[in-house]
């Protein structure tokens, strides 16, 4: 906490080390309506007021209490009750952070058990305690396929349908690095820019528009010129597909909201990286370990942190300061509770709701599912009318959220919406959102 001067004497001294006259020359820079006490403040009111104007305005918030069809990266579906029971006990809001092992023994086990559950769900070997989203993992994943290289290789080929958000967050995140980012060819296109300059092909599993591909083909391509293979993928959808480590994905990373941290205004989320246990040195941010104490009993330590706060700058592989220990814990209890079999189930759930409200839509006059590969539980309809307008009136007139303008972030998919269905939409819903959608067309 900053040392606040009191007497005359200390603003004096205070004021001539700064290098300022005064205290209004202090705040000079401060428009004089927003200095204090000039302010204009309401009067004082109590708790009971403030919550209920804090409600009236949490109230104005449009949330997926209504039928929604929106996904495109973050999704709408069921939280068990368990979740936030576990995630809400005392002991996992300490101020004790994994760097003290013998306070946080349970911290530590939680990661662990959440590092082994994302391994499994990749077909990975290692994975790491997290990153703060999917977008920041894609990047981490770029720098760590720079530096398996040793920064000798500077291209980095991305796939236009990896998620626009996450693209922009690979530019921005590499910006200085001096990193040729290329990619603007689709499908087997874009295996004809990989070069021995390549350090890394990042594709999507399933892709930005929902579609399935067999990453083996694209894996068989980079390996063949020395690069690696990054695929972000979906992790729900990875409880009835064949995870991307048995086709010989490098990476695995992708973001962590499905599983169990609900859509919460857009976060806190979960980044989740996994990769082959060759590349554990190469890999951000930090790995727990489980090993047995003097005595032999089994103990969780934090193994690996390859920052810069605790090694060298010059041998740090990431500025990644923490993990989202919360929101791995949340995913860690949703992937317990559900176990194997009820992922299963429930990726099951999303794809055949996602292909009967594909169904029923190729049926109406004026839109066209397209299907041009197979997709889980998201797909692209062209629309007879700007997507912006349809939704508006999809909200407006029958109070449903409809899909994702594709023609917002290409140029050739105008009027084109990418719609989602989840386990959370029942027959009723996607019926309802059947006929609101014909009648944007009468």
Not at 14 to 22: A, D, F, H, K, P
Not at 104 to 110: D, F, M, N, V
Not at 188 to 197: K, N, W
Request: aromatic fraction near 8%.
């Amino acid at each position: 906490m900053p040392y606040i001067p009191h007497s005359a004497e200390e603003r004096t001294v205070m004021l001539n080390t700064i290098g300022v006259r005064s205290v209004e020359e202090l705040f000079a820079d401060v428009p004089a309506h927003a200095r204090f006490p000039s302010l204009h403040l309401p009067s004082p009111v109590s708790e009971m007021e403030v919550r209920r104007e804090v409600e009236s305005l949490a109230g104005l918030n449009l949330t997926t209490d209504r039928p929604c069809f929106l996904g495109a990266g973050a999704y709408r579906h069921f939280v068990p009750a368990v979740v936030n029971a576990v995630i809400s006990r005392g002991e996992f809001f300490t101020a004790y952070t994994p760097y003290q092992p013998e306070i946080s023994q349970g911290t530590l086990q939680a990661i662990f058990e959440y590092q082994s559950m994302i391994c499994a769900l990749t077909g990975m070997e290692v994975s790491n305690a997290s990153h703060y989203d999917g977008a920041t993992a894609t990047a981490e994943a770029v720098i760590t396929a720079v530096n398996v290289h040793r920064l000798k290789r500077r291209k980095v080929l991305l796939s236009p349908w990896v998620h626009p958000e996450y693209r922009a967050v690979v530019r921005t995140y590499t910006q200085g690095m001096g990193l040729e980012l290329a990619g603007d060819m689709p499908g087997d296109e874009l295996t004809t820019q990989l070069d021995r300059d390549t350090a890394c092909l990042i594709v999507q599993y399933p892709d930005f528009l929902g579609r399935i591909e067999d990453l083996a083909p694209l894996a068989d391509a980079a390996h063949a010129v020395g690069a690696l293979l990054i695929a972000v993928a979906h992790p729900i959808a990875l409880g009835m597909l064949k995870p991307p480590g048995a086709m010989g994905a490098d990476i695995v990373v992708g973001e962590g909201q499905s599983l169990g941290l609900g859509l919460n205004f857009g976060g806190p989320y979960l980044g989740f990286f996994a990769t082959r246990m060759e590349y554990v040195r190469r890999m951000a941010g930090r790995l727990v370990g489980q090993t047995v104490d003097m005595e032999g009993k089994r103990g969780f330590v934090l193994t690996l942190s390859t920052r810069e706060q605790h090694i060298r700058r010059e041998k740090a592989t990431s500025n990644i300061c923490t993990n989202q220990g919360l929101m791995a814990l949340a995913a860690a209890v949703y992937m317990a509770a559900l176990g194997r079999h009820g992922l299963r189930r429930l990726a099951e759930l999303c794809y055949h709701k996602a292909h009967y409200a594909a169904a029923r839509i190729a049926e109406l006059p004026g839109y066209e599912v397209i299907c041009d590969r197979p997709f889980f539980n998201e797909f692209v309809v062209r629309c007879p009318r700007p997507v912006t307008e349809i939704n508006a009136r999809l909200l407006d007139e029958h109070g449903i959220i409809g899909g994702y303008d594709l023609g917002r972030d290409y140029d050739h998919l105008q009027n084109h919406m990418l719609l989602c269905v989840t386990e959370m939409n029942t027959r009723e819903e996607i019926e309802a959102l059947v006929q609101a959608l014909q009648a944007t067309v009468a």
